[in-house]
């Protein structure tokens, strides 16, 4: 079957997004190393760069682009740092330049120069102010960075051939860029938001010099060349993309940026949970003592060689230092969030998958930041600083509790009274352990539920009292889908455009916060479906909205604001025993409700367990369930006729 031209551009987004992910996170490191000025080790470098999505296994591996890294003794350095010092300043400066493939600032430019000529960077400012004033090979930003003239789009032709073709484009090529929109926007003042508009709907990166071709095909004699890359460069919506040997300077957006890290992130993942190879044994060859020989001795025959003695030389256990210690609560209160153990572990030792003692200094750390007061544990091997989650996770929140009320009939009989199980009435018995009949602090404290197979998302369904706060509770999940590792873990939930939540499960409270932003993604209050989806690390998910509303926990917006006005007619002094609300609510429905649909109507008017629910259908002779059918219907002629005195000896007391 041939695959669908869709696919294929889907794929070939991918391969291209692969791809400029690894120069991204390249230039991520050489940034780095720049800012740093000098040899660094892996673990300095990613500290440098200060993004939780790029791991130090992630900046070791970009570190392996031998085109412009190298290392001497185990740290590493820019071979534009080794340059010929046998050159001319301006030669090398200008190599220093292409070599970053960006603009950079003459303090910047005036350390790399120290480095490979090793005199003082001032000594340095002069020439590279008067060097930088050939506008034939360079230009200036408002800021002072120096870039090369090359990457600028050449604009000296007076005619729209002679523009493309000496930017080295066909008009075939800009025709469809030319119907944009954005295309008759293009002005002095507006040059970085066109630019913007034209790359997102391109969905891809953009040459800068193909670009600055249709500011001039609009603008004409206007367009200014070094104008319009400063202000790009100094846009936050827009990245540039490097320049380098095999491709010219691009920008991208900010959201494809983005859209790169997280890439980065995942492939980040992965590297982290690679295979770890066992150590290769160290042979040493065994001598045995040889006898002194004499004139009586016979000769021996000659020994076949001994076979040498495989040693697995272990490392030395971690040791973890105070100085250690401060050193990894500081990384945790830059990144503001749950960090891993063995992010940890990279960032201050250097030991990374693969290398020899790396599961055990793993759970060396592991079990030293558990046992220290300076870190929190949120589950998975993760960290965070104390007191960092706020205190509302801790309990379930008033608003979900279930109020102990007592009300006392016209008669004097107590109502609203709870039977044991054994009373129930029909299918009541099983009604109250589905998943969905149960609640935050009225659960079984076990999932109840069908196993989830295996490689199928969980679906979930969210009533309206939790999406008013944002809170979930565990009584849908299957035990172990969520890290149980902690009392209280933290997990990450991510959006469909990729945004990440971080969701706090409290294990002992049965009980999920945090979760505004993903509700804000779902259509209906009380009902929304959606899917949550494992992803390689046990910390996180990927969350999907489903459109249809689920049948048994949907609630119209009209019924729920009429269920909404009977709660307020109740706050505000009427006083309604939860039978009496049982009778509204099924008086409604004539055909009748299921036990999850009546718990669910209920609920919206006053919070009541699925056990006080089941008591009153049981013992209420105005409440029947027909049978054969899940439905219980009530009436209106038994609603004074009291209660079934065979429930007596069930009552709970």
Not at 191 to 210: C, G
Not at 439 to 449: K, L, M, R, S, V
Request: hydrophobic share 40%; aromatic share 8%; proline share 6%.
């Amino acid at each position: 079957m041939a695959t669908e031209p869709t696919g294929e551009r889907e794929r070939a987004a991918l391969s291209r997004d692969a791809g400029l992910a690894d120069e991204y996170l390249t230039d991520l490191v050489y940034c780095a190393l720049l800012e740093r000025g000098g040899a660094s080790k892996v673990s300095e470098i990613a500290l440098e760069i200060n993004n939780a999505r790029v791991s130090v296994a992630l900046v070791r591996r970009a570190l392996g682009d031998a085109k412009r890294f190298l290392t001497i003794d185990r740290q590493w350095n820019l071979q534009s740092r080794y340059l010929d010092k046998g050159r001319p300043t301006d030669r090398n400066l200008i190599e220093i330049i292409k070599a970053a493939g960006r603009p950079l600032s003459k303090a910047q430019i005036a350390s790399e120069l120290s480095e490979i000529y090793r005199k003082p960077s001032e000594s340095y400012f002069g020439s590279i102010d008067r060097t930088a004033t050939n506008r034939t090979a360079y230009f200036r930003t408002p800021h002072g960075e120096v870039g090369l003239a090359t990457w600028l789009t050449l604009a000296d032709g007076e005619t729209e051939e002679d523009i493309l073709s000496d930017n080295g484009y066909k008009a075939g090529t800009v025709a469809k860029f030319r119907k944009l929109p954005a295309q008759a926007k293009w002005s002095a003042n507006t040059y970085a938001q066109t630019t913007f508009e034209i790359v997102s709907a391109a969905k891809r990166d953009l040459p800068h010099r193909f670009i600055g071709v249709l500011a001039w095909l609009a603008m004409g004699a206007k367009y200014d060349p070094q104008a319009h890359f400063a202000a790009c460069f100094a846009d936050p919506s827009l990245v540039w993309m490097p320049a380098h040997a095999d491709a010219p300077g691009r920008w991208i957006t900010r959201k494809h940026a983005d859209i790169l890290e997280r890439l980065l992130e995942e492939e980040g993942a992965t590297l982290s949970q690679e295979g770890y190879d066992e150590p290769e044994p160290v042979a040493v060859p065994v001598v045995e003592p040889v006898a002194a020989a004499t004139e009586e001795t016979t000769p021996e025959p000659v020994a076949a060689p001994v076979a040498p003695v495989a040693v697995v030389v272990d490392a030395p256990p971690l040791s973890v230092t105070d100085a250690d210690l401060a050193a990894m609560v500081q990384v945790i209160t830059e990144r503001n969030a749950g960090v891993e153990a063995s992010e940890l572990l990279a960032l201050r030792y250097e030991v990374l998958p693969g290398d020899p003692s790396y599961r055990a200094d793993v759970e060396t750390l592991t079990q030293t930041l558990k046992g220290s007061d300076s870190f929190l544990y949120v589950g998975v091997g993760r960290f965070r600083l104390p007191d960092s989650l706020p205190l509302f996770v801790y309990d379930i929140p008033d608003f979900l509790s279930f109020p102990e009320l007592q009300f006392v009939s016209m008669d004097g009989e107590i109502m609203d009274e709870v039977i044991s199980d054994e009373g129930y009435a029909a299918s009541l018995r099983q009604d109250i352990m589905l998943p969905l009949a149960q609640d935050a602090g009225d659960d079984e404290g076990a999932y109840t539920g069908a196993p989830l197979e295996a490689g199928t998302p969980l679906r979930l369904v969210v009533k309206n009292h939790h999406k008013d706060i944002g809170t979930f509770p565990l009584c849908q999940i299957p035990d172990g889908f969520f890290p149980t590792d902690a009392p209280v873990v933290e997990v990450i939930i991510r959006a469909p455009d990729g945004a990440t939540h971080e969701v706090v499960i409290n294990n002992e409270k049965r009980l999920a916060f945090n979760l505004f932003g993903l509700y804000e993604l779902l259509p209906f209050d009380s009902g929304s479906v959606f899917l949550l989806h494992p992803t390689g690390r046990a910390w996180e998910f990927r969350f999907e909205p489903v459109a249809e509303a689920d049948p048994q926990v949907f609630v119209s917006p009209e019924r729920q604001a009429e269920l909404l006005g009977l709660k307020e007619a109740i706050d505000e002094g009427a006083e309604m025993a939860t039978f009496d609300i049982t009778c509204e609510v099924l008086a409604y429905h004539q055909k009748g409700l299921d036990f999850v649909e009546a718990m669910t109507e209920i609920n919206i008017v006053r919070r009541v367990t699925r056990r006080k629910l089941a008591s009153i259908l049981s013992n209420y002779l105005c409440f029947l369930q027909k049978a054969g059918t899940p439905q219980w219907r009530f009436d209106p002629r038994k609603r004074d006729s009291g209660t079934d005195r065979d429930k007596r000896k069930y009552l709970k007391r």
